[in-house]
């Protein structure tokens, strides 16, 4: 059955738009079942997680974690409930429009969480480097700009690329061989790309994927230059400690990607272990993250140890009651 199309003409050009697109990830992959309830799984402890770190930490020096944590929420709540939709129920097609839609906002977190990763580096790299101009560098003011900034562009940039697509026709396959939009893979797809379409997305893949590591390189490359100055050993590995957090959420946000698309270039790789590995980096860095910087920020610690002794008040007190009723 050939695919419904449709034709939108502006300008005098004609842009054949489909009415569907149709994904094939995660096609024959045997036991996929078990694999969607570790999806649904880590989606409730991601809410759960995330929802959490936002409702304990209310000063502006926790303000760079709690928009992580709020981007981490947006970004797997737009990404992981359209995966139950698409396996849970057989719904393998998406209508073009929310396609464009569920493509504009999973990338757009992904950017956002990417780049909420460099200003958490630029922090560290202040109070390492700068650590006497620390509180009149670090505002509150300054890093709602930064956030503020970094926001804008990328919802430009997540916009233009939605607004090339859309401006393409699509005359042969309809089927993305990914588990979402992915930009890349429906340009492909299309019949009439220009150098300008292909120029955008150099710009974009530098922008979204290659920029926020080289600076995150860069930036820990200053800090290990400052550290190295320092007489005392132990005072390096206190400065240290206070970067674990940043660099473990770093390399599980970047590795997988990265190894997965080395691999695909140096040698065969299955389709569905690379769409499932990269599934994998887009979903596990939200559920870590609430746990990784709840173990090291203080207010979290003290919310989670108040929660704790006012639960073990509570079950004190219903065993009391319950003795009392007992007695009678």
């Not at 893949?205 to 995150?216: H, Q, R």
């Not at 940043?246 to 997988?256: E, G, K, N, R």
């Not at 691999?263 to 993250?289: E, G, H, Q």
Request: proline share 5%.
């Amino acid at each position: 059955m050939v695919p419904k199309v449709k034709a939108a003409t502006i300008s005098n050009v004609t842009f054949v738009r489909p009415a569907k697109f149709y994904f094939s990830g995660f096609s024959n992959i045997p036991h996929v079942t078990y694999f969607l309830i570790f999806l649904c799984f880590v989606y409730i402890m991601t809410v759960v997680g995330n929802v959490f770190l936002m409702s304990t930490l209310h000063t502006p020096k926790y303000m760079i974690v709690f928009n992580l944590a709020l981007t981490d929420l947006c970004g797997s709540t737009a990404l992981i409930p359209k995966l139950f939709e698409t396996f849970l129920f057989d719904r393998s097609d998406i209508v073009y429009e929310a396609c464009l839609s569920y493509m504009f906002f999973v990338l757009l977190f992904i950017d956002v969480q990417s780049w909420i990763l460099v200003t958490m580096a630029y922090d560290r790299f202040i109070a390492i480097c700068f650590p006497l101009k620390y509180h009149s560098i670090v505002t509150k003011p300054a890093i709602a700009a930064m956030l503020l900034f970094v926001g804008v562009v990328l919802l430009t940039i997540r916009a233009l690329t939605v607004g090339t697509i859309d401006r393409l026709s699509f005359c042969g396959s309809l089927e993305i061989q990914s588990f979402f939009c992915d930009p890349g893979i429906i340009l492909h797809l299309a019949c009439n790309i220009t150098s300008l379409d292909v120029i955008l997305s150099f710009v974009v893949f530098t922008t979204s994927v290659c920029l926020p590591p080289i600076l995150i390189t860069l930036t820990y490359v200053c800090i290990a230059i400052a550290l190295s100055r320092i007489a005392s050993r132990k005072e390096r590995l206190k400065a240290l400690k206070t970067c674990t957090s940043h660099l473990i959420l770093v390399a599980i946000c970047f590795l997988p990607v990265f190894a997965s698309n080395i691999a695909s270039v140096t040698s065969p790789f299955d389709r569905n272990a690379r769409i499932i590995s990269v599934t994998l980096a887009y979903i596990v860095p939200p559920l870590l993250n609430p746990f990784l910087y709840s173990l090291k920020t203080e207010e979290v610690l003290n919310s989670m140890k108040k929660l704790c002794k006012n639960r073990l008040s509570n079950i004190t007190m219903s065993k009391k009651v319950f003795s009392a009723m007992m007695t009678k």
